[in-house]
C-alpha cells in the first residue's frame, strides 16, 4: 500500500471545522444548531460587486495576469491610500485568499526547518500553512489577563535563533479581538529591524475596530520597506469568503518577484472574482459604518451575557468578530462535542471552536473556546444562555 507523507500526516484538522461530523449529525437528529465557531459573516454582500458579475459580457472566462488584472491593482492601491497606506499596484499580488497570500509569503521567504515567532492564541490555520511550507511555528504566549495585548519584546527577543526569519501578528486579532497599538507595532518594527528579520502583519479585518480606535497597518510604520509583508483579503471586508480573493503586499521587490513566482505556478486568481473584487471598492461608506455599528452591538451583548455566567472569563475585543472565553471546563473539545451530541435547551444548541487549536503550545488553551459573533444580537442571547444552561450540568 502506497503510504502518506509525513507533511500530510503531520497537517492539523481545523479546530473550527473539525466538529462539523458530529453537528451534521445533529442536525440530522433534529437539533437547531447556532454557529459560532466559524468567521462566515451573515452580513450582505455589497449589491454593486455581485451586480458587476451579472453585468459582466463574457464570453471567454479567461486566466487573468499571474499578478492579478493591472486595472484591480491600481484600484486596489487607491483604496489602501485612503487608509494611509501608500503602495503601488506593482507592490500587490493579488491572490486566491488571503489564505494563498500566506502561504506565497512563507513560501517566499523561509525554507525548510526555519522558524516563524508569532504570538498566540493565532489563526489555526497559520499551523497549517507552516506545515505546509515545512517551517516551525515558535508561540510567544499573550494572555487573556492582558486582554492578548502583545507579549513583553523581551519575550520575542528571546526566542529569535539563527532559524528565525520573520514573525506574523494578525492585526487585529483572529481569534483574540486584539488590536495592536502604534506603540506595539514600532517595538515589534525596531526588532524585526535589529535582528534582519521579515515582519508579516495579517491585516484582513483592518476595517473592524471599533471603540474610535484606528488601526495603524505595518505599511504605514517608515523604515520597515524591505521588512514588511501584509496579507489582505475581501473575504471579511465585503463579506465575500465564497469570491476567494485576497493579496499579499511588500515594497520589497525581491519578495514581490519571488512570490510572483509561485504566483505563475498556480497561473492566476479567479477572474470572476475580481470582477467582484474591483466593484466591491466602489462600497460606500455608509455600508462599512452600519456593518460596524451591529458588530459593536453584537460584541457588547456578547461580552454583557458571557460576563453574567459563574467562572467564564472573557477579553473584550477591539477588533475583528471573534472573541476568546475561558470556561470552568478542563477539556473544551470534550465540552464542545458534548454539546452537539448530547445537549439542546429546546431542540437548540451551539457550536463553538475550541480553543487549543489557536495554539502551538500543547496542553494550553484546553478550557477556552473561540465565539464567532456572526450572528444577529436575538441569536447571541439565545446561544450564550444555551452555554450557561449546558455549564451548569456538564460534567467533566
Ligand atoms: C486572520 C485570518 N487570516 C486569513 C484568513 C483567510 O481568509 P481568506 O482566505 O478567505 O481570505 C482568515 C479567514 O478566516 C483569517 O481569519
Redesign the pocket.
Known sequence: MPTISKKGQQMPQSPIRKLVPFAEQAVKNGKSIYYLNI?QPDIKTPEIALQAVKDSNIDVLAYSRSEGSENYRKKISGYYKTHNISVNHDDIIVT???????LFAFGSIMDVDDEIIIPEPF?A?YNGFSTASGVKVVPVISKIEDNFALPPIEEFEKLISPKTKSILI?NP??PTGYLYSKEEIKKLAAIVKKHDLFLIA?E??REFVYDGNTHYSIMQEAGLDDYAIM?D????RYSM?GA???CLVSKNKSVIQTALKFAQARLSPPTLAQIASEAALETPQSYFDDVKEEYVDRRNTLITELQKIDGVKVAKPKG?FYCIAELPVKNSDDFAQWLLEDFNVNGETVMVAPAAGFYSTPGVGLNQIRIAYVLKKESLIKAVNILKEALKVYKD
Do not use: F, P, Q
Request: aromatic letters at 8%; proline letters at 0%; charged letters at 15%.
Open positions: 468567521g486566491t485568499g488571503g489564505s494563498e497570500a500566506l489563526y490555520n494578525c486579532g483572529n495579517d484582513v479585518y496579507i483579503s475581501v473575504s471579511k469568503c476567494r480573493i485576497g475583528a
